[in-house]
C-alpha cells in the first residue's frame, strides 16, 4: 500500500448533507427539512493516476447534524429533540461510519473519474450495504467528490419521525448529497 495516495477529508471546505421529506396530505404544505453535516472526517486512498484499489472512510459525528432551514426557535428546537433523540438517537449511536468495500471508476477525462461506490454504511447501531455513483475530479493536491444517493431509515430499525403530535409524518427515504473536498496527504 506503500504506492497508494492518501487524502484527508476536509470537513470544513465541503458540503454533506440530509434532505428528509414530509409524507401524507401535509406534505403539500409541509416542511421538508434539510440539514448540514457539520462534524465529519475520513480519508480516501487510491493508486495515483489509476484510482486503482480505491478505498474510502467517513466517519460523521451523529450530533453535528444541523438544521439549515430558517424556522421558528420552538420549531428548531422541536425538530432537533425528534431528530437527535427518536430518529438518530445520539446518546446511543453517536457516530454514523460508511466504509467502502471495493470502488470502481471510469475515466472521463483527463483529472475527471465516473466512480461506483460499493460499502457498508453504520447508523443506529445498523450495518446495511449500501452503494452509490458519484464523480471524482483529482487535483494536484486535492480530491473532491460530488454526487447524492438515497437512504431508506426502516433499513437501520429508525423509527419515522412524527411531528405535530403526529399531524406531520416524514417519507422513508432521505436523501444524502456531497461534494466532498480532500486535502493530499505527505
Given at each position: 500500500?506503500?504506492?497508494?495516495?492518501?487524502?484527508?477529508?476536509?470537513?470544513?471546505?465541503?458540503?454533506f448533507?440530509?434532505?428528509?421529506?414530509?409524507?401524507?396530505?401535509?406534505?403539500?404544505?409541509?416542511?421538508?427539512?434539510?440539514?448540514?453535516?457539520?462534524?465529519?472526517?475520513?480519508?480516501?486512498?487510491?493508486?495515483?493516476?489509476?484510482?486503482?484499489d480505491?478505498?474510502?472512510?467517513?466517519?460523521?459525528?451523529?450530533?453535528?447534524?444541523?438544521?439549515m432551514?430558517?424556522?421558528?426557535?420552538?420549531?428548531?428546537?422541536?425538530?432537533?429533540?425528534?431528530?437527535?433523540?427518536?430518529?438518530l438517537?445520539?446518546?446511543?449511536?453517536?457516530?454514523?461510519?460508511?466504509?467502502?468495500?471495493?470502488?470502481?471508476?471510469?475515466?472521463?477525462?483527463?483529472?475527471?473519474?465516473?466512480?461506483?461506490?460499493?460499502?457498508?454504511?453504520?447508523?443506529?447501531?445498523?450495518?446495511?450495504?449500501?452503494?452509490?455513483?458519484?464523480?471524482?475530479?483529482?487535483?494536484?493536491?486535492?480530491?473532491?467528490?460530488?454526487?447524492?444517493?438515497?437512504?431508506?431509515?426502516?433499513?437501520?430499525?429508525?423509527?419515522?419521525?412524527?411531528?405535530?403530535?403526529?399531524?406531520?409524518?416524514?417519507?422513508?427515504?432521505?436523501?444524502?448529497?456531497?461534494?466532498?473536498?480532500?486535502?493530499?496527504?505527505?
Amino acid at each position: 500500500m506503500s504506492d497508494h495516495v492518501r487524502y484527508s477529508l476536509d470537513a470544513v471546505q465541503s458540503q454533506f448533507t440530509v434532505h428528509a421529506f414530509a409524507s401524507g396530505l401535509a406534505a403539500v404544505v409541509a416542511h421538508n427539512p434539510k440539514f448540514a453535516i457539520r462534524d465529519f472526517s475520513g480519508e480516501a486512498q487510491f493508486v495515483p493516476d489509476t484510482l486503482h484499489d480505491a478505498s474510502i472512510q467517513v466517519r460523521i459525528k451523529a450530533a453535528s447534524l444541523e438544521l439549515m432551514d430558517e424556522v421558528s426557535e420552538y420549531d428548531r428546537g422541536e425538530i432537533d429533540r425528534v431528530m437527535f433523540n427518536e430518529v438518530l438517537g445520539i446518546s446511543r449511536f453517536p457516530e454514523i461510519v460508511y466504509t467502502s468495500t471495493q470502488i470502481s471508476a471510469i475515466r472521463l477525462s483527463e483529472n475527471l473519474y465516473a466512480t461506483t461506490i460499493a460499502g457498508k454504511l453504520t447508523l443506529h447501531g445498523v450495518t446495511n450495504e449500501l452503494d452509490f455513483s458519484g464523480q471524482v475530479v483529482i487535483g494536484e493536491d486535492t480530491l473532491r467528490g460530488y454526487g447524492s444517493f438515497p437512504v431508506k431509515q426502516s433499513k437501520y430499525d429508525i423509527a419515522i419521525a412524527s411531528i405535530a403530535g403526529g399531524t406531520l409524518k416524514m417519507r422513508d427515504e432521505l436523501k444524502i448529497a456531497f461534494f466532498i473536498i480532500a486535502k493530499k496527504q505527505g
